[in-house]
Nanobody
Framework: QVQLVESGGGLVQPGGSLRLSCAAS????????MGWYRQAPGTQREGVAI???????NYRNSVKGRFTISRDNAKNTMYLRINSLKPDGTGVYYC????????WGQGTPVTVSS
């Protein structure tokens, strides 16, 4: 079973930036479409970005132009660069496959506040 560990979250002021990381155990990471998901307080988890194993990306409309998803298959790691953070970016960020096939990790919390 692949384990996912998210990191890089924290408290950031509006307009700030963060880079989140997702480390996956095992060598099969590279074959999967991977995605970042966000769960804001009191809401359901939602997808924000996906990346295929060849690097094609797609984003939720509300984050286009501010979020950049990338992956390093050699390191079994995926990233999410978040720029121009807004208060609605607050939440716990998780990674998983595009079909959410693995067990969820603990996530990494992001709080956007002045």
């Amino acid at each position: 079973q692949v384990q996912l560990v998210e990191s890089g979250g924290g408290l950031v002021q509006p307009g700030g930036s963060l880079r989140l990381s997702c480390a996956a155990s095992g060598s099969i990471f590279s074959i999967y479409v991977m995605g970042w998901y966000r769960q804001a307080p009191g809401t359901q988890r939602e997808g924000v970005a996906i990346i295929t194993n060849s690097g094609y990306t797609n984003y939720r409309n509300s984050v286009k132009g501010r979020f950049t998803i990338s992956r390093d298959n050699a390191k079994n790691t995926m990233y999410l660069r978040i720029n121009s953070l807004k208060p609605d970016g607050t939440g716990v960020y998780y990674c998983n496959t595009g079909e959410q096939e693995f067990s969820w990790g603990q996530g990494t919390p992001v709080t956007v506040s002045s």
